[in-house]
Each structure stands twice: as C-alpha cells, then as structure tokens.
C-alpha cells in the first residue's frame, strides 16, 4: 500500500551535516505521522523524531532528548516528502535510519516515538559519523 524510500545517508565526521529525506507514495489518506527511527548494530530500533502532517501549514513536531537542538525534521505536502535535517552529528548517530508512516484518526502523534506503533516502513539509510 504506501512506499516509502529513504535516501541522503552518508559517512561524515563528527560535527558535521547530513539531510534525510523519505518519500511516500501510494497512501489514500491525508492525516499521519511520519516519523525517523534509527537501529545501531546490536540495539534496539528508537525513535528520533515525528511530524503530523494532517493540518496544513500546522505541523506538530516531536523529538527525543537526544536529539533535540541538533535535528529537524519538516515535511513537504506538495512533493509528499519528510526531511530531517541532522546537525552537529555524533558518533554515537551512527546507525540505520528508517523512516515510517503512521495513520492518525486522532490531532498529533505520540510523543514518545514508539516504533511498534507505525504501520509502514522504508527500507532504510545507513548514517556513519566518526571522530
């Protein structure tokens, strides 16, 4: 049903900039979340950020404590593509980021990112920052 594809990972250092981007196809509804998560080799899959995208120019955002003040997700209605833009990149970044849609019948997304609750997911773009 809905595709989504992620690209623009990449290997950087430390400090450095990397932007994501996600782009959905084949959904029927208007009114989601859409969310980056990111799996280091060995751990669990967590949430960084989320964006609601069901109220036009209000879009809600939401970001776990480690990432606050360094990334930023938004999200273009017109080319139906979620961003996050990563800034002062650490090594402990590094891992797989994907990126996942959740339908929303309710205004705004769970704060606390939980992964178990998307229903779609990209195939994922690997991040590698080091020191």
């Known amino acids: 049903q809905v595709q989504l594809v992620e690209s623009g990972g990449g290997s950087v250092q430390a400090g450095g900039s990397l932007r994501l981007s996600c782009a959905a196809s084949?959904?029927?509804?208007?009114?989601?979340?859409m969310g980056w998560f990111r799996q280091a080799p060995g751990k669990e899959r967590e949430g960084v950020a989320a964006?609601?995208?069901?109220?036009?120019?209000?879009?809600?955002?939401y970001y776990v404590d480690f990432v606050k003040g360094r990334f930023t997700i938004s999200h273009d209605k017109a080319k139906n593509t979620v961003y996050l833009l990563m800034n002062s990149l650490k090594p402990e970044d590094t891992a797989m980021y994907y990126c996942?849609?959740?339908?929303?019948?309710?205004?705004?997304?769970?704060?606390?990112?939980?992964?178990?609750?998307?229903?779609?997911w990209g195939q994922g773009t690997q991040v590698t920052v080091s020191s």
């Open positions: 084949g959904h029927t509804y208007s009114n989601y979340c």
């Open positions: 996942a849609a959740e339908l929303r019948f309710v205004y705004g997304c769970s704060g606390s990112l939980p992964p178990r609750e998307y229903d779609y």
């Open positions: 964006i609601y995208t069901g109220s036009g120019s209000l879009m809600p955002t």
